[in-house]
C-alpha cells in the first residue's frame, strides 16, 4: 500500500496529512480555510487518492503560512508514499475545463522538485483564500515532493481558474503515480 502519513509542527502551523495514493477519492480536510478546504477535496477526487489534512495555523495574520505549510506537508506525504518509485510511469498531465477556464498541469516524478505556474488572477482574493497562495502552494508542494510541475490556467473566474487547476494536478499525478508491470525505474539513469 503506497501510503504516508507527516506531521508538521512550526510556531506558525500544526498540520498532519495522511495520504493514500491508492484510494478511491475519500477525504477529511480541515484547513481553517473554506475555499483550500474545497480546492483539496476536489484534487483528492479526481486524483483518486485518500487524504485526510488537518491543520491549524496563524490565520488571524493570513493565510500565507498554512498554506505554505500544507504544501510542503502534503508533498512531503506523496514524497513518502511513492517510496522507490519502481513501475510507475512518471510522467502525467491534464487538460481540465471549467466553463472558460482551462487549467494545463504536467508532472515529472524526477526527484527534482521544480514548479512553473503562469496564470493571472483578476482577484486578490477567493473567500479567505490568497489567490497568489496558489502558486506558492504549488512550488512548495513541488519542491517537498521532488516533482516538476508545469501549470498554466487562463480563464475570466479565479473560482473556476483555481478549482481546475487543483482538478488537473490531481489528474495528472494520478497518470504519473499509476504503476505499470512493464517499467522498472523509468529512467535512463537507473534512479529517480
Known amino acids: 500500500m503506497r501510503s504516508a502519513t507527516v506531521h508538521r509542527q512550526t510556531r506558525e502551523t500544526d498540520i498532519t496529512v495522511e495520504i493514500s495514493l491508492d484510494g478511491k477519492g475519500n477525504s477529511t480536510i480541515d484547513t481553517g480555510i473554506g475555499f483550500l478546504d474545497h480546492m483539496l477535496t476536489s484534487f483528492a477526487k479526481h486524483g483518486l ?6 491543520a491549524r495555523g496563524d490565520l488571524q495574520v493570513d493565510d500565507h503560512h498554512t498554506v505554505e505549510d500544507i504544501g ?19 510522467f502525467g498531465h491534464a487538460l481540465v475545463p471549467m466553463d472558460e477556464a482551462l487549467a494545463v498541469v504536467a508532472v515529472d516524478i524526477s526527484g527534482r522538485g521544480y514548479s512553473v505556474f503562469k496564470a493571472d488572477f483578476r482577484q486578490p482574493k477567493i473567500g ?7 502558486r506558492h502552494f504549488i512550488d512548495s508542494f513541488a519542491r517537498s515532493a521532488g516533482i516538476t510541475i508545469n501549470v498554466k490556467i487562463e480563464g475570466e473566474d479565479d473560482h473556476h481558474m483555481v478549482e481546475a487547476m487543483f482538478k488537473a494536478l ?3 499525478l494520478s497518470m504519473a503515480a499509476a504503476k ?7 529512467s535512463t539513469k537507473g534512479v529517480l
Open 180 to 186: 505499470n508491470e512493464r517499467r522498472g525505474i523509468p
Open 170 to 172: 490531481g489528474l495528472a
Open 49 to 54: 487518492v485518500d487524504l485526510m489534512i488537518k
Open 128 to 134: 479567505d483564500y490568497s489567490t497568489a497562495m496558489t
Open 72 to 90: 510542503i506537508s502534503l508533498g512531503e506525504a506523496y514524497r513518502d508514499a511513492l517510496k522507490e518509485k519502481t513501475g510507475i510511469e512518471r
